[in-house]
């Protein structure tokens, strides 16, 4: 059986799917990796960076400023997800609550209160240089 070449507009569905699902996981390593080290480890945004970039070059988006902000825009996204998760995680240790339930809890102006004491300096630098990276991977 001879092979043929997968369609690309057929399979434009997998890279958002790949996207979130990546995205997704690397959360929950990045998670756990935090609550076991006992620090922000904010180093893992710069993997998160490496990591969406790489999600879209194998999920076949062409090249370019729209993969680009792509990128960007799931290294946020990764950035964001995982401070929320984090700020209810330790909240819901001390209040006896599952994780989710303590993310379904959490209002926007407490994690936001919470999560900037969290960040120093050192946290936002590699977070910013996670996004710079992200756009430089991906274009």
């Known amino acids: 059986m001879p092979h043929t070449p997968c369609d690309t507009r057929s399979a434009r569905w997998i890279v958002p799917v790949m996207l979130l699902l990546g995205s997704a ?29 790489l999600l879209l070059r194998l999920g076949g988006m ?4 729209r993969r680009a902000a792509l990128a960007v825009g799931a290294t946020a996204g990764i950035i964001l997800l995982f401070n929320w998760v984090m700020v209810a995680t330790q909240i819901g240790m001390v209040m006896g609550l599952n994780p989710l339930d303590s993310a379904l809890k959490l209002g926007m102006h407490h994690a936001q209160i919470l999560a900037s004491l969290a960040n120093g300096g050192a946290d936002l630098a590699w977070m910013a240089l996670a996004l710079v990276l992200a756009w430089l991977l991906a274009r």
């Open 62 to 65: 062409r090249p370019g400023i």
């Open 25 to 53: 996981c690397f959360v929950l390593v990045w998670t756990l990796l935090a609550i076991y080290l006992e620090s922000q480890s904010s180093w893992m945004a710069v993997v998160g960076a490496i990591e969406s970039a």
